[in-house]
Structure formats: C-alpha cells, structure tokens
C-alpha cells in the first residue's frame, strides 16, 4: 500500500511563503506513479487540484488561482515532491493533500481528483489578513 506523507503546513500571514512536502514511503511508489499532484479542501468545499508533476518526462499543470505563485517540484533521489507556495493570499487557506497515481492506473486528467489512487493525510495551511 502505497504512504504518502505531507508535512510543511502551518499559519502565516497574507503576501508569506511556505513550503510544502509530499514524502513517498518507498522507491517502488514514487517511480511506479505517473503523476503526483497537490489538492486543497478550503472549509465548507470540495477538494481542488492545485499542482501536478510527472514522475519522469513531461510538464506540469496548475490551478488557474495559483498560477504565478506557487511551484511544484521533486526530487527523485529523496522521492519527494514539494509544493512552493509564495505571495499568500487568505483564499489559499485550505487542507492541503497530496496524491499519486500509478502509471498502469493513469489515463489523463492531473488536476482530477478522481484521477489519483493515493493520498495522505493532509497539512493544513492558514493564511491570515
């Protein structure tokens, strides 16, 4: 069964910066996934797709809302994958998750919450004004 693992959340104010971590639990999850992607459930919504990158070639995809700001990237010798947030606004206040999908599994749609097998268990960010 495939862990992931978010960490980096937490409370800053409007115009801050964090860095979010989506760790994989094993070598075999991370270069078996076709996509890792970041979500976001804010209070009282439904989950939205933020960020995704290719394990492997290819571009990434982003949100309209956080074009601009944030950047996802990974590291394949950590087998991690790490969401940037800059220029904070207090609409980015959410649960933030990670989630992969495997390649056998994968067939379009990185910004698709039916899309992805895996997720974790989330990190909370909160922006405040």
């Known amino acids: 069964q495939a862990q992931l693992v978010e960490s980096g959340g937490g409370s800053v104010q409007a115009g801050g910066s964090l860095r979010l971590t989506c760790a994989t639990s094993t070598y075999t999850t991370y270069y078996s996934a076709a996509y890792v992607a970041w979500f976001r459930q804010p209070p009282g919504n439904e989950r939205e797709g933020v960020a995704a990158?290719?394990?492997?070639?290819?571009?990434?995809y982003y949100a309209d809302s956080v074009k601009g700001r944030f950047t996802i990237s990974r590291d394949d010798a950590k087998n991690t994958v790490y969401l940037q947030m800059n220029s904070l606004k207090p609409e980015d206040t959410a649960m933030y998750y990670c989630a992969a999908v495997t390649r056998r599994r994968y067939s379009g749609g990185p910004l698709s919450q039916s899309t992805y097998d895996y997720w974790g268990q989330g990190t909370q960010v909160t922006v405040s004004s």
């Open positions: 990158i290719p394990i492997g070639a290819g571009g990434t």
